[in-house]
C-alpha cells in the first residue's frame, strides 16, 4: 500500500499511555499499514525509553518499540533533500521573526518530501511550516498552510 501519512511521537506513543485516546487507537488500527514515521520520530522514541531507571515499565516500552514500532512502520530518513527543504523553511522562519524546534523542522520536512500528511496531537508545532499538511487524529480536523 502506498504511504499517506507520517506518525509524529506524541501519535505513535498514545497506545502505551496509562489512558490512550480510543479516537487515535482507532487512526492508527485504521492506518497504520498507509503510515511511517521520520527518523528523529524514532530517536525520540529511543531517547525517551533510555531515559527511563530499569525496570518494568522501561522494559514494556522497549519490548513496544522492537514489537510494534519497527515490525509496523517504515522509517524515513532526513536526508538531504530533506535537509534543504528544512533549511529553506527555518530561514524562512527566522526572517519573520518565528522559531521553531529543530526536531520539529527535521519531521515537517520528511513529511513535505515525502508528500504525506504529518499526523501529531500538536498541530500548532506545524502549522508553522508552509505547505505542511497536519492532521490530528484525536479531533480530525486538517490543517493546511
Known sequence: MTLRFLLDTSIVSEPVKPKPNPAVLRQ????????AIAA????????????LPAGKRRTALEAYLVDVIL????????????AA????????????????PFVDG???AIAEVHGLLLVTLNVR??????GLVVENWATRPRAKR
Not at 492508527?28 to 503510515?35: D, G, I, T, W, Y
Not at 528523529?40 to 531515559?51: A, D, I, K, S
Request: glycine share 4%.
Open 71 to 82: 515490525r509496523t512502520f517504515q522509517i524515513l530518513p532526513y536526508d538531504e533533500v530533506a
Open 85 to 100: 527543504w528544512h533549511a529553506d523553511e527555518r530561514a524562512r522562519l527566522e526572517r519573520a521573526d518565528t522559531t521553531a
Open 106 to 108: 527535521q519531521i515537517a
Open 28 to 35: 492508527l488500527e485504521r492506518h497504520a499499514h498507509e503510515s
Open 40 to 51: 528523529p520520530v524514532w530517536h525520540e522514541l529511543r531517547y525517551g525509553c533510555g531515559l
Open 125 to 130: 508545532d506545524f502549522t508553522r511550516y508552509d
